[in-house]
């Protein structure tokens, strides 16, 4: 009678790339993380530039600021931008096409960065424009800003390079993904807004009304 062996335990099968399952989510949250993050903020861009004649105007003037050699071509290059920055948004909508936005989105922002790196260098005093005429100065969080922004752009590349542009996302994962994508987005892109909320004193505290110094 012949004996039969302990049964081996079930080998796990390794999913394509040679990544764990664990390890093949956090590469897929990553990846959908900074492409949604990434083209939510540039469609915040866009429309903070172009939704009123003004905020264009306002933000081709930061560009003569921030790059005076375009002076002369101040229209087209703040044009270029925008037309740069819708791309972005259009290409990091859909898995397939989110390595060329990844991409594009490290050029336009390294060379954001750059511009606002010199404008404080030589304390340039202008406004960033970046989401349209907020009205506030270049100041060290916007590059903090764009510096948040590359590293979503860097993560992004990264989980396309370990393979994770294929379909199969669980579906709750990717709705919190996307949430969570979508309030850091808003917080981005109101980032002046609430630094402003934030250091507004009220008047009473400032100027004491007459009647409560008697």
Not at 27 to 37: E, K, M, Q, S
Not at 98 to 122: D, E, H, I
Request: charged share 10%.
């Amino acid at each position: 009678m012949s004996r039969v062996g302990p049964t081996a335990p079930p080998r796990s099968v390794p999913s394509p790339g040679g990544t764990s399952p664990k390890e093949r989510t956090s590469v897929d949250h990553l990846f959908d993380f900074g492409r949604i993050f990434l083209g939510l903020v540039f469609a915040f861009s866009v429309a903070g530039k172009v939704h009123r004649p003004a905020a264009f105007r306002a933000f081709r003037q930061s560009v003569v600021s921030l790059a005076p050699p375009l002076r002369g071509a101040a229209t087209p290059a703040a044009a270029l931008i925008v037309v740069a920055e819708t791309a972005s948004a259009l290409t990091l909508a859909l898995p397939v096409t989110a390595p060329v936005g990844f991409t594009l989105s490290v050029v336009l922002v390294t060379a954001f960065t750059a511009a606002l790196v010199v404008a404080l260098r030589t304390k340039t005093a202008t406004t960033c424009g970046c989401f349209g005429d907020s009205g506030s100065p270049v100041a060290p969080r916007h590059i903090a800003r764009n510096v948040v922004l590359l590293l979503a752009a860097g993560g992004g590349l990264f989980g396309w390079a370990a393979g994770a542009a294929g379909a199969g996302r669980p579906t709750g994962s990717l709705v919190l993904v996307s949430g969570l994508a979508a309030i850091l987005a808003i917080v981005t892109a109101t980032l002046d807004d609430i630094v402003s909320l934030f250091n507004t004193v009220p008047e009473t505290a400032t100027h004491p009304r007459a009647d409560a110094q008697q």
